[in-house]
C-alpha cells in the first residue's frame, strides 16, 4: 500500500483553531446527536460546554486507578474546596474508561495500547469541540522503558516515533495508509523541562519516544512467551534508537502526538522510566519505588498547571 501524507493545515485554519478545539470530520455538522459512546456521554442528553466549557488541561494515562489518584492529587493541589475523596466518576456508566472533572483539569484513563487510546481521543476531541473549549493543552502521563536512562528519569517526548524511528504515524483508512506527524509542542515542552528545573527529586531530559504495539517482542524484549531474535540483535537495536535519539520506549505516544496535532490540540507526553533497557527487560524495582517513580510526571504536570494559572510564581 502506498502511504498518504497528510500535510498541516493553512495558517488560517491554524489561527481559527488556537480559539477552538476543532474536529476534522464534516459529517458530524450534520448529526442530530453525537453519542460518545465509550464515554457514556451525548451533546444532546448532556449540556456539555455547560459541563466541561471551562476545561484548559487535559490529562490522560493508561490506568484507571492511576487517573483517579491524579484527580485527587490535583484537586488537593489546586486547593479546591471538598474532599478529594469524593470526586465521581463522570463515565461510570461505562467500563470503558474513567473521568474525572477536578476544576479546569480533566483527567481520563485510556488504557494500553494505540487502539485502546486511539477510541477515547476520538471521543475526548469531540467532546471538547462540543463544549467550545478554548486553549486546551493535552498531557498523557504515563510510564516507559527508559533506552541509556536510569530509572526514574522523567521523558519529555520531542517526537513520537515508530519502529524506523520516523516521526509518524500510520493509520489504514479504507485500505489505504494515512501518515501523520507525530511532532509535538516545543513551546509545552520546553516549559515542562524548565519546570522540572523549578522541583527537586525530578531529573527529566528532552527525547525522542519510540511507539510499539506490543510490549514483549515489538520492544525487543528476551522475556515473552515469544521471541525470535538473539540478545545479541536486542542490544543493536537499542543501541541504534538512543543514536536516532530515543529515550525511551512505550505504547501510544504516536497515535496521541498525530491526533492532537491534526486537531490543533497543543500536547505533551511526559513518561518515567522504570528500567534501563541496555541493563534488562524486567522491572525489578520495590513497589514503593515504583509509586514514587509514577508520580513524577504528575508532580511535574500539577507544577505546570498551577504556574500556568498563575497559583505560583
Known amino acids: 500500500m502506498t502511504p498518504i501524507l497528510l500535510n498541516c493545515m493553512g495558517s488560517e485554519h491554524n489561527e481559527f483553531i488556537k480559539q477552538h478545539v476543532q474536529v476534522n470530520n464534516p459529517y458530524l455538522e450534520g448529526m442530530e446527536e453525537d453519542i460518545l459512546y465509550h464515554f457514556s456521554l451525548s451533546n444532546r442528553t448532556h449540556n456539555l460546554p455547560e459541563m466541561f466549557g471551562d476545561i484548559k488541561f487535559v490529562c490522560v494515562g493508561g490506568s484507571a486507578n492511576r487517573m ?9 493541589e489546586l486547593q479546591l474546596p471538598g474532599n478529594p475523596k469524593e470526586i465521581t466518576d463522570i463515565c461510570e456508566g461505562t467500563d470503558r474508561y ?3 472533572k477536578v476544576g479546569p483539569v480533566l483527567s481520563i484513563s485510556h488504557g494500553m495500547g494505540v487502539p485502546s487510546i486511539s477510541i477515547m481521543l476520538h471521543e475526548l476531541i469531540k467532546l471538547l469541540h462540543h463544549a467550545q473549549s ?3 493543552v493535552v498531557f498523557r502521563l504515563g510510564t516507559s522503558g527508559g533506552v541509556g ?30 501518515t501523520r506527524s507525530t511532532e509535538l509542542d516545543e513551546g509545552v515542552a520546553s516549559e515542562l523541562l524548565q519546570c522540572s528545573s523549578e522541583l527537586q527529586n525530578i531529573p527529566s531530559v528532552i527525547g525522542n519516544t519510540m511507539c510499539t504495539s506490543d510490549f514483549y517482542e515489538g520492544q525487543g524484549r528476551l522475556d515473552g512467551a515469544l521471541c525470535s531474535f538473539s540478545r545479541a540483535e536486542k542490544l543493536e ?17 504516536t497515535v496521541f502526538a498525530a491526533m492532537c496535532r491534526v486537531c490543533g490540540l497543543k500536547a505533551a507526553v511526559i513518561c518515567v522510566t522504570l528500567l534501563n533497557r541496555f541493563d534488562g527487560d524486567q522491572i525489578t524495582s520495590t513497589h514503593d519505588v515504583l509509586t514514587e517513580y509514577q508520580q513524577r510526571p504528575q508532580v511535574l504536570v500539577s507544577h505546570f498547571i498551577k504556574k500556568r494559572l498563575g497559583l505560583i510564581v
Open 134 to 136: 478554548r486553549d486546551v
Open 237 to 253: 537495536y537499542l543501541r541504534k534508537a538512543y543514536e536516532a535519539g530515543v529515550r525511551n520506549i512505550e505504547m501510544e505516544s
Open 149 to 178: 536512562l536510569a530509572p526514574g528519569t522523567v521523558v519529555i517526548t520531542d517526537k513520537a516515533v515508530d519502529y524506523s524511528f520516523r516521526a509518524q504515524f500510520e493509520q489504514v483508512v479504507l485500505g489505504k495508509v494515512i
Open 98 to 100: 474513567c473521568m474525572y
Open 68 to 76: 483517579k489518584a491524579f484527580a485527587q492529587f490535583i484537586h488537593q
